[in-house]
């Protein structure tokens, strides 16, 4: 069993930036394969970003946030960050990271492989 809550997210101005955190407690955090999803009113939930176990080597945004998103991981600190540069308003939404249990594989993009969700993080960007 893993336990995910996420931090860092706010109101803020169009242009601005945001730090998400996930901090993970349970199993080991490194065999887990970590995803960020967002939902915004009325819509369904999406894919943000994503990145592999262990080190993280390997890492994937989604087109609407490529070039202003990224993610990355801290084991030693058991956390998954989204780095948000040049928000916008269509980036207004409840944030949610995911973890899926996954040593040896790459970065897992389908919500329903994901096992363990946050409780969410609501990001509101003004224009």
């Known amino acids: 069993q893993v336990q995910l809550v996420e931090s860092g997210g706010g109101l803020v101005q169009a242009g601005g930036s945001l730090r998400l955190s996930c901090a993970a407690s349970?199993?080991?955090?490194?065999?887990?394969?970590m995803g960020w999803f967002r939902q915004a009113p009325g819509k369904e939930r999406e894919f943000v970003a994503a990145?592999?176990?262990?080190?993280?080597?390997?890492?994937y945004v989604a087109n609407s946030v490529k070039g202003r998103f990224t993610i990355s991981r801290d084991n030693a600190k058991n956390t998954v960050y989204l780095q948000m540069d040049s928000l916008k308003p269509e980036d207004t939404a409840n944030y949610y990271c995911?973890?899926?249990?996954?040593?040896?594989?790459?970065?897992?993009?389908?919500?329903?492989?994901?096992?363990?969700w946050g409780p969410g993080t609501q990001v509101t960007v003004s224009s």
């Open positions: 990145i592999s176990w262990g080190s993280g080597g390997s890492t």
């Open positions: 349970g199993r080991t955090f490194s065999n887990y394969a």
């Open positions: 995911a973890a899926d249990y996954a040593p040896g594989t790459g970065v897992v993009l389908t919500q329903s492989q994901y096992e363990y």
